[in-house]
């Protein structure tokens, strides 16, 4: 496990956003293979299986950082937040005490950049003990304050291939763009359904630990 962790720092990646190259890189040479199999088969057959490696990971790297930098942050997140906080205001839960939204928590406490704080909270912030599952290998007082949001970012990262895929079948296949549709909808369904749980759990968090993350983000110029 050292010599995984000292390797993952000396790359400058987390073992979550490895995943995240690997599993993109994988979707979008499969989805490609879908679409037209015949120039990936030959292309993957040169390369040969070291090369093939490094060209699924420079493809999976690529795709994640378009997806995280672009169509996440500006497009994804915010959407899933605002929902939440609609969801919120739907079922009356619109004050400090009540809010499962961990933007409309933070913006509650004062915060006037919540997407920052929360940034912030999620790398710097622990609190004395966590009583939601940890890592494997983790103790309750070694976690971070929130936990990793890897299957989501799969959600999220198999919604926005398959939605690539669908403006690519259309506007360049003869072929039908529905399945493709229906995944990236589903997939997208799945990613707000499990985003909108995990900040509702981070709220929970957030709220029992209140004090504490009050003089946090005080110190950290967010109140």
Known sequence: MQLDEAFLDAVGVTSERLFGYIYAGTLTLLSAW????????????????????????GVGSGVFGVYYRIFGSLILF????????AWDRVRGKTTLATTTSTMAYLRYLGVTNPE?????IKDSFAPARSTFPVGVG????????FHAHGEVHFLYLTTVITCVAVVFV??????????????????????????????????????????????????????
């Open 116 to 120: 920052a704080a929360y940034l912030a």
């Open 78 to 85: 915010p959407l899933t937040h605002w929902l939440h906080r």
């Open 34 to 57: 879908l679409i037209d199999a015949a120039p990936i088969e030959h292309r993957l057959r040169a390369a040969g299986s070291l090369v093939g490696l490094i060209i699924l990971l």
């Open 138 to 145: 983790a103790t309750a007082t070694e976690t971070r304050f």
């Open 170 to 223: 259309s506007a360049f296949r003869g072929t039908s763009s529905t399945p493709w549709f229906i995944a990236s909808a589903v997939a997208y369904l799945g990613a707000l359904i499990a985003d909108i749980r995990l900040h509702s759990a981070e709220t929970v968090q957030m709220r029992s630990s209140e004090a504490a993350l009050r003089e946090f983000l005080a110190e950290h110029g967010y109140l």
